[in-house]
């Protein structure tokens, strides 16, 4: 089975990695500036994730899932951008 890039895996595991700190800076103070970082975060997770669905040495059943969780990882980007701004108010 073909794998995804070592550059593509470093990416991805280097901004889950933030993102899970964000997650937990934001959970526990839950301020503008930890909401922004968490936002970030997940936009990176993102990309990363739209990186490993472009390669295209990954069978397409894994460039498909790859794709989903991008959304999904945007989609909480979204929601906690949208949460800053609501701070913001």
Sequence with gaps: ???PS???VARWNTAYAEQTA?????SST???QALL???LG???VAQAWRILAADLAVPLWARHACSIAAEEFERRARLE???TEDEEQ
Excluded: C, I, K
Aim: avoid cysteine.
């Design 1 to 3: 089975m073909a794998r």
């Design 6 to 8: 070592r550059e593509a």
């Design 22 to 26: 964000a997650l937990f800076a934001a």
């Design 42 to 44: 997940y936009s990176a």
């Design 81 to 83: 951008l949208s949460r």
């Design 30 to 32: 839950g301020d503008q």
């Design 37 to 39: 970082r968490l936002a």
